[in-house]
C-alpha cells in the first residue's frame, strides 16, 4: 500500500506547494540535496534567496557564483502521507476508500491536451500504454529527448511493461464496469510557439481536478475528439489566473493531423513488445487511426 510520497525537491516551496513544504517539516529523508552549514538541507527554487555558502549534492563547496546547481535537478524527499495537512482522514480506512478518477502525467510540450478523459477503461489504458514525456533528470538520456513512458512508469516498472499493460486490463474486465474509476491523461507542459508555458500548473492544477471531480459526478462539459474528452470552452475555471482565452484553446486542442504524426511512433513503440502486447491495445490503435479519418 501507498504509505508517502516520493517527490522532486528543485522546484518545490512555499509559493508553489505550501502543503508539500509543511509536509517535510520533519520526519523525512532528502537524497541528493545540498546542504547548508548549519545542517539544513536546499535546493534550487527553495524560498529566500540562495546561502552564501552550501556543501553541494557531491560534497563540494558551493556558492551563488558557482557554475554548477548545488542540488541534483532529480533530488528528491521521501516522506509519509500523513504528515500533509491536507491528507484526508479516511485514506488508512480498514473498509478501503472508492476511486472514482486515476490520472496520468506525460510532459509534452505540444499534440497532448491539458486533460484528456478517456472514453472508457480500456481506452484509457491505450492512452496511458502510448505516454511520452522530454526526458528529464528523473530518466536515463538527453534532457529534453521525446520518449515513450507507459503510465509514465519506465524508470520504476520492474517487469516488462507489456504484462503491466495487460494488468490493467485485466482489473478492468474483472471488475464491475460502473465502480471503474475514469481514467485520465493529463499534460500541465504543453507550450506555444515561442516556448512559454501554457499552463501555471503547480497549485492551479486544482482547477483541472476540480473539472475532473465534476466530471465523475456526472456533470462537468466536454467536448468528444478523436482520444477523448476534453473540458468544453469555458468547463475550467480560469477566474483569477493570468490565462487568456486563446491559451486554453491552445491547451485543449486535439490536432488531428498531428496525432495522425503519432501513428507510426506508436506502432514503433508497440514493436518493442512483439508478441507480449496485449491485443487489445493494437485494437484500440486501430481505432484511434479510424477515428482521426
Known amino acids: 500500500p501507498e504509505a508517502g510520497f516520493f517527490g522532486v525537491a528543485p522546484g518545490t516551496s512555499t509559493a508553489t506547494n505550501p502543503n508539500a513544504m509543511k509536509t517535510l517539516g520533519s520526519n523525512t529523508i532528502f537524497t541528493n540535496t545540498a546542504l547548508t552549514d548549519d545542517g539544513d538541507v536546499w535546493w534550487e527554487g527553495m524560498d529566500g534567496k540562495p546561502p552564501a555558502h552550501l556543501t553541494d549534492w557531491q ?6 557564483e558557482s557554475s554548477t546547481t548545488a542540488a541534483h535537478p532529480n533530488a528528491r524527499f521521501t516522506v509519509p502521507v500523513d504528515q500533509n495537512p491536507a491528507c484526508a ?7 478501503g476508500v472508492p476511486i472514482s478518477a486515476i490520472l496520468f502525467g506525460g510532459r509534452r510540450r505540444s499534440t497532448v491536451p491539458l486533460v484528456t478523459e478517456a472514453f472508457d477503461w480500456r481506452q484509457g489504458v491505450f492512452l496511458g500504454s502510448i505516454m511520452s514525456s522530454e526526458t528529464t533528470a528523473a530518466a536515463t538520456g538527453e534532457v529534453g529527448k521525446l520518449r515513450r513512458d507507459p503510465f509514465a512508469m519506465l524508470p520504476f516498472c520492474g517487469y516488462n511493461m507489456a504484462d503491466y499493460f495487460g494488468h490493467w486490463l485485466r482489473i478492468g474486465k474483472s471488475t464491475d464496469a460502473s465502480k471503474l474509476p475514469r481514467l485520465y491523461y493529463v499534460n500541465w507542459f504543453r507550450k506555444d510557439a515561442d516556448g512559454r508555458f501554457l499552463w501555471p500548473g503547480y497549485g492551479e492544477n486544482a ?7 465534476e ?3 456526472g456533470r462537468g462539459d466536454a467536448v468528444e475528439t478523436p482520444i477523448g474528452h476534453v473540458p468544453a470552452p469555458g468547463a475550467i475555471d480560469t477566474e483569477g489566473v493570468d490565462v487568456s482565452k486563446e491559451d486554453m484553446e491552445e491547451l485543449l486542442r486535439v490536432d488531428a493531423a498531428e496525432w495522425r504524426a503519432e501513428l507510426p511512433l506508436i506502432s514503433e513503440h508497440y514493436a518493442r513488445f512483439g508478441h507480449r502486447l496485449p491485443p487489445e491495445l493494437a485494437d484500440e490503435l486501430d481505432a484511434l487511426e479510424r477515428r482521426l479519418g
Open 59 to 64: 560534497g563540494r563547496d558551493w556558492t551563488p
Open 215 to 217: 466530471r465523475t459526478a
Open 89 to 95: 482522514p479516511e485514506w488508512q480506512d480498514p473498509k
Open 207 to 213: 482547477r483541472v481536478m476540480a473539472w475532473i471531480v
